[in-house]
């Protein structure tokens, strides 16, 4: 399936839902887990699935919810995104409870930097759609990260910090 067979295979009242009420949650994030940053994992989710027997309306959806839990908790934040989407009970238009299990599992496992390997194929394709390879949007990323958490360093210390990382 290409891209654009995925993305007009998407349901356009879960693509209204999703773009009307979970998308605009990113606003309230640090820069680098904002609203670009979402639309940039949502359209790497869907150029990933050449080739994959997916349903791309439970990628989108895995997609969208990925990040929402950075509001409430940097370090589980997976767990409240899959807690978040599992207890969603708008998805039951859509999904059946097998499908959100599935969904649930993925948005839990999506971290790169997770030991284990995720669960299922949905949490694969997160996961790899979140890692950004674009180099100028992964360093802007990085500052925009550095500055919201240590906004006391000198702009030394913060390119320290993502020379480190990376």
């Known amino acids: 399936m290409t891209k654009g067979e995925a993305v007009w295979r998407i349901i356009p009242e879960l693509r209204e839902y999703i773009e009307t009420n979970i998308l605009p949650l ?3 994030h640090d820069t680098a887990h904002g609203p670009e940053h979402v639309r940039v994992v949502l359209e790497n989710s ?80 997160v996961s790899e759609a979140d890692r950004d390879l674009d180099p100028e949007r992964v360093v802007r990323r990085m500052m925009e990260y550095s500055k919201a958490h240590w906004p006391q360093w000198s702009a030394e210390e913060h390119i320290a910090r993502i020379f480190d990382h990376v």
């Open 26 to 28: 990113y606003k309230a």
């Open 46 to 125: 869907l150029a990933l699935l050449d080739g994959l027997d997916v349903d791309p309306n439970m990628v989108y959806a895995v997609a969208a919810y990925h990040d929402v839990g950075l509001r409430v908790s940097r370090e589980e934040h997976e767990t409240v995104s899959g807690q978040w989407l599992w207890e969603d009970k708008s998805l039951e238009r859509w999904f059946t409870p097998e499908q959100r299990q599935t969904m649930r599992e993925a948005v839990e496992d999506h971290r790169a930097s997770r030991q284990e390997p995720p669960r299922n194929i949905y949490g694969r394709i």
